[in-house]
T-cell receptor
Framework: KQEVTQIPAALSVPEGENLVLNCSFT??????LQWFRQDPGKGLTSLLL?????REQTSGRLNASLDKSSGRSTLYIAASQPGDSATYLCAVNGLDTGFQKLVFGTGTRLLVSP | NAGVMQNPRHLVRRRGQEARLRCSPM?????VYWYRQLPEEGLKFMVY????????ESGMPKERFSAEFPKEGPSILRIQQVVRGDSAAYFCASAAGYQETQYFGPGTRLLVL
């Protein structure tokens, strides 16, 4: 059974810092991995999706990498801003789920202070 | 091009009442997923539906919960005889096809008193 873990659970940094969020998954047979952002009381916004054949994806100040064999992904945020404060969720779409449902981590709660 | 719509956004029910949550997928999407986020927990898959068919309901509680996605109209997640433990945020996602990217709605926050 696929399990997804995110470390750290919470992170507080001053504005301008570069930071890394970590995601690990137990079953490397995945179709893709997705990073989401969730603001308090809101829905999920998809940030980056990495197919299993890819090593990384970039969007603006965000870069996500995938090492499928070791079951790890990282989300790198450059030059963090207070507007980046949110919970970041990692989710995998894996073979054990028949590629039909996402398995989520519990998230990293990020606070960027001005 | 409206995104995934969910209503109501907030729902308050007393124990024993019924809760009906609605999800309108993005235009052109015929695949709908429901997820539940309990307080301080991650999102957990509940059910996957296509038009008029339940494809995978392995995440649904065995009793009181049901889901449908009729030929016309939104997908409905129905919770009968709600209990306090049902209080959670319920998210719907839609996709254009099998294994396609899922787009999430804003969620319905259910509070059971």
């Amino acid at each position: 059974k696929q399990e997804v873990t995110q470390i750290p659970a919470a992170l507080s940094v001053p504005e301008g810092e570069n930071l890394v969020l970590n995601c690990s998954f137990t079953d490397s047979a995945i179709y893709n991995l997705q990073w989401f952002r969730q603001d308090p009381g809101k829905g999920l916004t998809s940030l980056l999706l990495i197919q299993s054949s890819q090593r990384e994806q970039t969007s603006g100040r965000l870069n996500a990498s995938l090492d499928k064999s070791s079951g790890r992904s990282t989300l790198y945020i450059a030059a963090s801003q207070p507007g980046d404060s949110a919970t970041y969720l990692c989710a995998v779409n894996g073979l054990d789920t028949g590629f039909q449902k996402l398995v989520f981590g519990t998230g990293t709660r990020l606070l960027v202070s001005p | 091009n409206a995104g995934v719509m969910q209503n109501p956004r907030h729902l308050v029910r007393r124990r024993g009442q019924e809760a009906r949550l609605r999800c309108s997928p993005m235009k052109g999407h015929s695949h709908v997923y429901w997820y539940r986020q309990l307080p301080e927990e991650g999102l957990k898959f509940m059910v996957y539906l296509q038009k008029e068919n339940i494809i995978d309901e392995s995440g649904m509680p065995k009793e009181r919960f049901s889901a449908e996605f009729p030929k016309e109209g939104p997908s409905i997640l129905r919770i009968q005889q709600v209990v306090r433990g049902d209080s959670a945020a319920y998210f719907c996602a839609s996709a254009a096809g099998y294994q396609e990217t899922q787009y999430f709605g804003p969620g319905t926050r259910l509070l059971v008193l």
